[in-house]
């Protein structure tokens, strides 16, 4: 599984967009991007996954520039909601890769 | 609500003793991972079935065994228990290998050995 880097923590303000740049220098060809939402006492939730350019849904944006060696998750008008640790994880086809979650990136929301 | 479904919700018991978290994957979903997470520490991948397969280990004590039967519900036997498996547990499911397939996680069993 490709090693990922991401801030440890970021604190905002509600109503700004939020970006969550995570680093995978390793990438593979075949490595997909996924990030999940974890609040307190619960399980990941899976929010956003891509391969390369841009993909957006109903929560977010994923870009990942053309080399793939970094993504950024992009929460637009974030609200103290959103308040959450954030995980990046890269995966690939292998199905014998231990699936493994970073510390993730703790996400603060200010009023 | 993922449509995983862990039971109990919540376990308290001794240290020694023996128990059995149990998951239920979405309906559909071939693939069962399960993590362990202390307080304020990351998820620790334990292991993970497909189809009734193990197909990946993390850094999984002996003392902890798991199993996913032909309905494909999955149970994780921890054994022996310390107070340091106090902790939440985690059961995740997907369609596929986990490449291309999201994982969707329970809402966990908090367990507490005391």
């Known amino acids: 599984l490709a090693k990922t880097t991401q801030p440890i923590s970021m604190d905002s303000y509600e109503g700004q967009e939020v970006n969550i740049t995570c680093s995978h220098n390793?990438?593979?060809?075949?490595?997909?991007i996924t990030w999940y939402q974890q609040f307190p006492s619960q399980g990941p939730r899976f929010i956003i996954q891509?391969?390369?350019t841009k993909v957006t849904n109903e929560v977010a944006s994923l870009f990942i520039p053309a080399d793939r060696k970094s993504s950024t998750l992009s929460l637009p008008r974030v609200s103290l909601s959103d308040t959450a640790v954030y995980y990046c994880?890269?995966?690939?086809?292998?199905?014998?890769?231990?699936?493994?979650f970073g510390k993730g990136t703790r996400l603060h929301i200010l009023p | 609500d993922s449509g995983v479904t862990q039971t109990p919700k919540h376990l308290i018991t001794a240290t020694g003793q023996r128990v059995t978290l149990r998951c239920s994957p979405r309906?559909?979903?071939?693939?069962v991972y399960w993590y362990q997470q202390s307080l304020d520490q990351g998820l620790q991948f334990l292991i993970h079935?497909?189809?009734?397969?193990?197909?990946a280990k993390g850094n999984i004590l002996e003392r902890f065994s798991a199993q996913q039967f032909p309905d494909l519900h999955s149970e994780l036997n921890l054994s022996s228990l310390e107070l340091g498996d106090s902790a939440l547990y985690f059961c995740?499911?997907?369609?596929?290998?986990?490449?291309?397939?999201?994982?969707?996680f329970g809402n966990g069993t908090r367990l507490t050995v005391t």
């Open positions: 995740a499911s997907s369609v596929e290998y986990f490449y291309n397939s999201p994982l969707h």
């Open positions: 390793n990438i593979a060809t075949n490595d997909y």
């Open positions: 891509g391969y390369k």
């Open positions: 994880l890269v995966a690939r086809m292998n199905r014998d890769d231990k699936i493994i």
């Open positions: 309906s559909g979903d071939l693939s």
């Open positions: 079935y497909y189809n009734g397969e193990e197909r």
